[in-house]
Nanobody
Framework: QVQLVESGGGLVQPGGSLRLSCVVS????????MGWYRQAPGKQRELVAA???????NYADSMKGRFTISRDNAKNTVYLQMNSLKPEDTAVYYC?????????????WGQGTQVTVSS
C-alpha cells in the first residue's frame, strides 16, 4: 500500500507560479513512475507530467516549457513546479504512483489539491 499526500495548491493570478508537493509513504526511488494528473470540471483526468525511476520525464504538450516535475528521494517527495499559469490550468491536481508488481501496473492516487488560476 502507498499513501500520497499532495499540498501546495491555491489561488494564483494568470502568469503566476505554484509548486505542488507530493509526499509518499515509501521510498520513491524504487517506484516505477511518479506522475501528476489533473481534472477540470466536466473533463476527464489527464496526464500533466511523469517521471520514471530511471529519470525519464514526459509532459503533456500544453505543459512543456511551463511545468517541471522533479523528486527528492531523501524526502520521498515529488514536486510539480508550475510557471506561467493560465486560467485553463485550473483543476484538481492529483499525484500518482505507479508500482510494478509481478509485471502488473498498480496505480495509487492522492486526494488531490485544487489549483485555481484567476484574476
Amino acid at each position: 500500500q502507498v499513501q500520497l499526500v499532495e499540498s501546495g495548491g491555491g489561488l494564483v493570478q494568470p502568469g503566476g507560479s505554484l509548486r505542488l508537493s507530493c509526499v509518499v509513504s515509501r521510498n520513491i526511488f524504487s517506484i516505477y513512475a511518479m506522475g501528476w494528473y489533473r481534472q477540470a470540471p466536466g473533463k476527464q483526468r489527464e496526464l500533466v507530467a511523469a517521471l520514471t525511476s530511471g529519470g525519464n520525464t514526459n509532459y503533456a504538450d500544453s505543459m512543456k516549457g511551463r511545468f517541471t516535475i522533479s523528486r527528492d528521494n531523501a524526502k520521498n517527495t515529488v514536486y510539480l513546479q508550475m510557471n506561467s499559469l493560465k486560467p485553463e490550468d485550473t483543476a484538481v491536481y492529483y499525484c500518482n504512483a505507479r508500482i510494478l508488481k509481478i509485471g502488473v501496473e498498480i496505480d495509487y492516487w492522492g486526494q488531490g489539491t485544487q489549483v485555481t488560476v484567476s484574476s
